[in-house]
Structure formats: structure tokens, C-alpha cells
């Protein structure tokens, strides 16, 4: 009867609400950072910082991978069973790394990083510029506060009316050619990177032998460097040349057609399926 039962945990609760706090946590450091950082930047300067956020936003995966190859090769009881006492290695199907161990390291960091947001200035003064605020007057201070209180009286009243409000603004979002268009390219882009992120490892794995360990490593070193300096020298380049809108856009396509086309060489770089007893090659 024990053998029959079906292993069920409720454990994969906790990882997908963390993943959802996660992504809470990172919403004001990707699409209000970059907004932020367009406020008070001058237009010139704006790509490099922005090629500069990007930059960190891939050395951290970057920097993760390595983290992964380490806890990959750590026992996932590691604490509670003696390392004598495992009888397998980590490039056998059996072996399970300690995968909890970089959440938790993660959780840790992530938690540190963020303490320095909480001193950021809602405003700053824009690049470039040495204006201070001017004084203002009692009677203005008296005036501007009355117009505050009506305009939070009149959100308090209205606050109802959100929904009604956001189902046109959405519509209109979504018959932009231009928005629609960068969210298509965007998808096609993350399906490729996500397809090697996550499968990758895997054919490393079972075609040559690898430990998951090495595998992860492996798609760190070879992958995310590479994306960080292009990262990098793109920003430097837009902000060296003064690129405009229009300009960036005719060079992302054009690069953008250059990487698929070599994206598509991979289809013939395809190694032989290896012998399997009994399936692909008889046991003798």
C-alpha cells in the first residue's frame, strides 16, 4: 500500500509566492529605473546609463550561474548526510544538488541590495542643470496646499472609476504598431535565450556526459559575457555617435537579422545520437 501512494509535496507553493515577491521586487529597478533614470539624465548620456543598467542586470545571472555550479556539486541534504556516506557522483541521473542553498544566498543578497533604494530622492536635479527649487511664499504654500487636499479629494472620489478608466487606455496600448511590434521581437527573443537557458544544460548533460554542475557553468561562461559587453559597447556607441531614435531602430534590425540568420547555422551543428543499450545498439 506504501508503494502505491503518490509522492505529493506543497512545497512548490512557497518557491512560486517567492518568485512572485521576487518579481515584485524588481519592478522599480527595471521599468521605473529606466524611466527614472530618463527624467534626470541628459539625452545624450541617457543610453550609456541605460547600457550600464543592463550590463549589471547580466553580470548578475552571470555571477549566478557560478553560484549554481557551486551549489550543483553540494548534496542536497547537505547537513543532515555525511559525505562518506553518498555513494553516488554528481554526474549520475541520481544526483540532486543542494538547489536551495542559492535561493536562499539570492533571498539574502537581493534583500542587501535593496536597502539603498530607500534613499533615493523622488526627484533630483536634472543633469546638467543647477536650478534649485525657489522659495515659495506663505500665501503660495497656503494655495498649493488647498489645491492638494481638492486633488486628493477628487482621487477619493474617483477611485472607482479605475477600471473603467484602464480598459481604454489598454486598448489604445494595444493598437500601437510600434508597442506591439517591440513586444513580438522581445517574445522571439526570450523564447530563443530561455530555450538555451533552460535546455541547454541539459543536452550538455546527456550528449557529452557532463555534471549538471559543469553544464551550468559551461552556459554562464560562454553566453552571458558576451551579452554584457554587447550591452556595454552598445550604450558607449549611442551616446559617442549622439544615435537617435529612428537610427537605433534601423540598427537593431539589422543586427537582429544577423543573429537569427546565425541562430539558424545551429540547425546543422547536430551531433549523433549516442548508443544506448538496447534501444540504439543491441546489449552486446
Same mark, same amino acid.
Given at each position: ?35 527614472? @533614470? ?11 546609463? @541605460? ?5 549589471? !542586470?547580466? $553580470? ?6 557560478? =553560484? ?21 557522483? !554528481? ?6 544538488? !543542494? ?5 536562499? $544566498?539570492?533571498? @539574502? ?34 494655495? @498649493? ?6 486633488? /486628493? ?25 510600434? *508597442? ?8 522571439? /527573443? &526570450?523564447?530563443? &535565450? $530561455?530555450?538555451?537557458? *533552460? ?7 546527456? /550528449? ?13 561562461? *560562454? ?19 549622439? $544615435? ?16 537569427? !540568420? =546565425? *541562430? &539558424?547555422?545551429? &540547425? ?17
Amino acid at each position: 500500500t506504501e508503494c502505491k501512494k503518490e509522492p505529493g509535496s506543497l512545497l512548490w507553493i512557497f518557491v512560486m509566492v517567492g518568485n512572485i515577491v521576487r518579481g515584485m521586487g524588481e519592478t522599480p529597478i527595471m521599468p521605473l529605473g529606466i524611466s527614472y @533614470l530618463e527624467d534626470f539624465a541628459k539625452a545624450e548620456n541617457s543610453p550609456f546609463y @541605460l547600457g550600464c543598467l543592463h550590463t549589471a !542586470a547580466v $553580470i548578475g545571472p552571470f555571477i549566478g550561474s557560478l =553560484l549554481a555550479s557551486f551549489c550543483a556539486q553540494l548534496f542536497v541534504d547537505l547537513g543532515s548526510v555525511d559525505a562518506e556516506d553518498i555513494t553516488i557522483t !554528481a554526474t549520475d541521473a541520481r544526483w540532486v544538488g !543542494a538547489w536551495w542553498l542559492g535561493i536562499l $544566498i539570492c533571498a @539574502l543578497l537581493n534583500l542587501l541590495a535593496g536597502i539603498p533604494f530607500w534613499f533615493l530622492p523622488k526627484s533630483l536635479v536634472k543633469e546638467g542643470e543647477t536650478k534649485k527649487p525657489v522659495e515659495m511664499s506663505e500665501k503660495s504654500i497656503v494655495l @498649493l496646499h488647498d489645491k492638494t487636499e481638492a486633488k /486628493q479629494t477628487h482621487h477619493t472620489n474617483t477611485s472607482h472609476y479605475f477600471i473603467p478608466d484602464f480598459i481604454p487606455f489598454l486598448k489604445a496600448l494595444f493598437r500601437n504598431p510600434v *508597442y506591439m511590434l517591440f513586444i513580438s521581437i522581445t517574445v522571439l /527573443q &526570450f523564447n530563443a &535565450f $530561455i530555450g538555451m537557458i *533552460y535546455f541547454m544544460p541539459k543536452y550538455f548533460e546527456q /550528449q557529452f556526459g557532463k555534471s549538471a554542475s559543469d553544464a551550468i557553468f559551461l552556459i554562464g561562461v *560562454y553566453n552571458l559575457p558576451v551579452i554584457c559587453v554587447g550591452y556595454f559597447v552598445g550604450g558607449l556607441l549611442m551616446k559617442k555617435f549622439k $544615435i537617435n531614435i529612428y537610427q537605433a531602430a534601423n540598427i537593431a534590425f539589422w543586427l537582429s537579422s544577423l543573429e537569427y !540568420a =546565425l *541562430y &539558424f547555422v545551429v &540547425f546543422w551543428n547536430v551531433c549523433d545520437t549516442s548508443p544506448v543499450a538496447g534501444l540504439t545498439v543491441s546489449y552486446e
